[in-house]
């Protein structure tokens, strides 16, 4: 870890904000006297923070992003480990099955609520069916029991003239799944993904050729459908190391440690792969 920049602040006033990982991570702005949150269970850390690395608790980590406001009306500095990021198009509004239903959705009950859209004159550009469609994580073209047929659920939401959107944790395969069972060679060796749905899940190894063709196939699949919108959870999972995976090289962190008086070293950048 070097050292970037320091930053004079004013101690009482001065504010860091601490990005997270991912969308489980803790992100959050914090005054600088304040200590930074931490994971308090292994499972927690496994599932919302980058595994390679461990935050120290005396300072805030920030992965690829930390920005301080000095509180002296300097203005917000903003740390980032990478740039060019594009911004969106216009956002489409979307009903998601999963506020109301969780993972019990059935069919009846998206068909229960294009109804109500109609009715109510509701806005709605997709009607996105959330996770319970599926048999089990990672077999995202099995139906579970609650829904007869995938393909009629998406044409009928189609028919009303809405989009169809699906929820998928790609990267995630449970030891429940038929994936699982008939393709443990697809499987990252040693990757822990964390305790979820009552089991502790695998991570499927996109660098094999199998588990690739496996996704693209899913995928294409649903897109033919009449898909187009998909929600993509558990992403994380994609990057974790283990057996059999060709090796990655993780981004950096971003650390800002406070020090005595009123200059601040911060932040420091962590090399890939190195402990805070």
Known sequence: MHEID????APQAAIVYEHGWQSWSSSTSYPLHAG???????NSRIM??????RP??????????LAVDPGDGSGIVVFSAAAGAAPHGESPTVWCSWYQYFRKVTEDDIFENLAAMDDLGLD????QI???YQAEIGDWLTESGRFASLESAVARIRGTGRRAGLWLAPFLVSPRSAVYAEHPGWLVGGARAGFNWEAEQTVLDV????AEEYLRTAFGTLRRMGIDYFKLDFLYAGALAGAGRR????GPGLAARPVLGERHRLPHRAAPGAAP
Do not use: K, Y
């Not at 090796?247 to 993780?250: G, K, L, T």
């Open 36 to 42: 930074p949150l931490r994971p308090r269970t292994e």
């Open 56 to 65: 120290p608790a005396d300072a805030f980590w920030g992965e690829g992003l």
């Open 247 to 250: 090796s990655h090289r993780p």
């Open 130 to 132: 959330d996770d319970g």
């Open 124 to 127: 709605v550009d997709v009607v």
């Open 48 to 53: 919302n923070c980058r595994q390679d690395t």
């Open 6 to 9: 320091r930053i004079r602040v």
């Open 207 to 210: 660098t094999h050729a199998g």
